[in-house]
């Protein structure tokens, strides 16, 4: 993003806050871990996955998941990051 270093750099890098990220899908937590020991500037805690219902085995949205909290803490360093991870069909309930 236009004018992220500069953000970071007047403070606003995520310190005391916590990113929430809602996962429909299972991801392997070692891609995010090794993308957090790539950049020593990202200090805020990836906690534990908080599971929304019963466990997911669907793996199809491995990827998009793991982006998603690489994104998030390029994006603000300093946040606490924690995954709701809950199956498939409770986002497609109505």
Do not use: W
């Not at 392997?28 to 908080?50: E, L």
């Not at 019963?54 to 606490?80: F, I, K, W, Y």
């Amino acid at each position: 993003a236009y004018g992220h270093n500069n953000l970071i750099g007047a403070g606003a890098d995520g310190s005391g806050e916590t990113i929430g990220m809602v996962e429909f899908s299972g991801y392997a937590r070692s891609d995010v871990n090794h993308f957090r020991s790539c950049f020593p500037g990202i200090t805020g805690t990836y906690s534990t996955d908080t599971l929304v219902g019963t466990n997911t085995s669907d793996m199809r949205g491995r990827t998009e998941a793991a982006l998603d909290m690489a994104r998030a803490m390029a994006a603000a360093p300093d946040a606490n990051l924690r995954a709701y991870n809950a199956p498939k069909r409770m986002a497609d309930r109505k």
